[in-house]
């Protein structure tokens, strides 16, 4: 049991690690923004949050 709980520890933390790397490596690193309207791949599709949509539904 003990043996099971150390290997998922080292996993755990082995994960955590990996998705940290881009932060702890980089001067200035940030995780890049999960918003529909911080993506420029998004903007070019015209693609918009839900939120944005609602306001502009309202608005007409």
Do not use: W, Y
């Amino acid at each position: 049991m003990l043996k099971l709980f150390i290997v998922t520890l080292v996993i755990v933390a082995l994960a955590v690690a990996l998705l940290c790397v881009k932060v702890i490596l980089r001067r200035n690193g940030r995780f890049t923004s999960p918003h529909i309207h911080d993506s420029k791949a998004m903007k070019d599709r015209g693609i918009h949050c839900v939120i944005d949509q609602d306001r502009e539904a309202r608005e007409k």
